[in-house]
Nanobody
């Protein structure tokens, strides 16, 4: 059974930082492309960042130079470091495993 469990969301002021983590089980983590999606109220879910099994990363233009995705294959965990957060980054963030699905999501709210 695939399980993707996110943590690290919360409320942060504009300009602040958060680090999201996703612990995966039930998949061959080291061989799976992982990523983070987000969905804001009234909007479609969108891919924020992804990382292949070989470590190649890709980012949505709006988060380039602010967000960093990384993975620890020994711990079956993928991370999303988010810096210089903006109110428009407010959304539910979902961990994603290619061809396997999403986690339950963690809320990120950027507000003063």
């Amino acid at each position: 059974q695939v399980q993707l469990v996110e943590s690290g969301g919360g409320l942060v002021q504009p300009g602040g930082s958060l680090r999201l983590s996703c612990l995966a089980s039930g998949i061959s983590f080291g061989g799976t492309t992982m990523g983070w999606f987000r969905q804001a109220p009234g909007k479609q879910r969108e891919l924020v960042a992804s990382i292949t099994s070989g470590g190649r990363t890709d980012y949505q233009d709006s988060v380039k130079a602010r967000f960093t995705i990384s993975r620890d294959n020994a711990k079956n965990t993928v991370f999303l470091e988010m810096n210089s957060l903006k109110p428009e980054d407010t959304a539910v963030y979902y961990c994603w495993a290619r061809f396997r699905g999403w986690g339950q999501g963690t809320q990120v709210t950027v507000s003063s």
